[in-house]
């Protein structure tokens, strides 16, 4: 039987936004299909991990302490992630992880904290603690060439810049800065955005790109996923899609 191994970064640390929802649907939406689903988790003091044994690594958001503190631990991993990302791995990355996988991170009090260089953005906030992205937002992202609504909450005071490969045009909220008109990073082999909700809850298509994705990489052929019954998150979208974009 197939199977997919998750590699779940600081689960008790970037905890703050529930964003460990994505593990649990990504979880769910393969065991409903009969595939196997193992989580691994890392945090600091455990054993160093070999990200390319992994098909999916998860990490979520956190506040700037919090990041400053694991960043010093993450960055010991770089080029191991670096050969990651190179060779396929997935990447699944909310807020303060996107943030730390870009050049670095520069909080409200002006502490610079040095990203692990993987992508070419940066991100600094504003030194007005009050001026922070907060709400909820909907993107519109292209999957396999559908396009399809993301929706989110944000709540970043970190500005991104020099995104060269957004994950989506922002339809309703902020995005990477204060009224951008793009949202989050996306290469094949990662999804790195301000969206929590947690992001896969409120987008059953995101996680099964991911889930296709992770399958046809490892497995070396075409899947077409088993359609699941969503009809409660598709009621939930309507309602939600109804109230931010019609309002
Ligand atoms: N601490 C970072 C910021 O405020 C990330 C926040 C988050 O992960 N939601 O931008």
Do not use: W
Request: glycine share 8%; net charge neutral; charged share 25%.
């Amino acid at each position: 039987m197939e199977s997919l191994k998750i590699l779940y970064l600081y689960p008790d640390i970037l905890e703050l936004y529930g964003d460990y929802g994505n593990i649990q649907v990504l979880k769910y939406r393969l065991e409903k299909r009969n595939f196997i689903c193992t989580i691994d988790r890392y945090s600091i003091g455990d054993d160093a991990p070999n990200f390319q044994d992994y098909d999916i690594v998860f990490a979520g958001g956190g506040a700037d302490n919090e990041q400053s503190i694991l960043a010093t631990d993450l960055i010991k991993y770089k080029e191991n992630i670096k050969l990651a990302v190179k060779s396929g791995t997935f990447f699944l990355l909310i807020c303060g992880a996107y943030q730390l996988f870009g050049k670095y991170y520069k909080d409200s009090n002006g502490n610079t904290t040095p990203g692990l260089e993987i992508f070419p953005y940066y991100t600094a906030s504003n030194p007005d603690k009050k001026k922070r992205c907060i709400g909820n937002i909907v993107i519109e992202a292209t999957l396999n060439e559908k396009k399809t609504k993301v929706i989110g909450f944000e709540n970043h005071g970190g500005q991104t810049f020099d995104v060269f490969s957004p994950f989506g045009n922002v339809l309703c909220g902020n995005g990477n800065k204060f009224g951008d008109k793009y949202e989050g990073f996306f290469l094949d082999n990662v999804i790195a955005t301000y969206l929590h909700g947690p992001l896969l809850s409120k987008n059953p298509d995101v996680a099964d790109y991911i889930i296709k994705y992770c399958l046809e990489r490892k497995y070396n052929r075409e899947f077409k996923l088993q359609d699941l019954n969503d009809e409660f998150e598709n009621l939930c979208r309507k309602q939600l899609l109804d109230k931010f974009l019609n309002k």
